[in-house]
């Protein structure tokens, strides 16, 4: 059974950075495009990066120039640089594929103050 533990949230001011990772279990990593998805209060989770199994990369437009994901297959690990970071940053964020395949992990939580 394929786990999914993130790690690296925090609390950090307006225009700081963050770096996210996640370490997913088991074989499949290295060819599953993989995601970021994160939940704010009252909201959905939403994808807000991923990366293929050949390193091709998407954000949406609120995290574009400002968040970079990456990946060590290596290791079996997903990463996601966050930089400039705003109030609106704040959120649970998560890992998985894309789309979403294995059971959630708990997720990392990210405060952005003002």
């Known amino acids: 059974q394929v786990q999914l533990v993130e790690s690296g949230g925090g609390l950090v001011q307006a225009g700081g950075s963050l770096r996210l990772s996640c370490e997913v279990s088991g074989s499949l990593f290295s060819s599953k495009a993989m995601g970021w998805y994160r939940q704010a209060p009252g909201n959905q989770r939403v994808l807000v990066a991923s990366?293929?199994?050949?390193?091709?990369?998407t954000y949406t437009d609120s995290v574009k120039g400002r968040f970079t994901i990456s990946r060590n297959n290596a290791k079996n690990t997903l990463y996601l640089q966050m930089n400039s970071l705003k109030p609106e940053d704040t959120a649970v964020y998560y890992c998985?594929?894309?789309?979403?395949?294995?059971?959630w992990g708990q997720g990392t939580q990210v405060t952005v103050s003002s």
């Open positions: 990366i293929t199994s050949v390193y091709t990369t």
């Open positions: 998985n594929t894309v789309p979403g395949m294995f059971t």
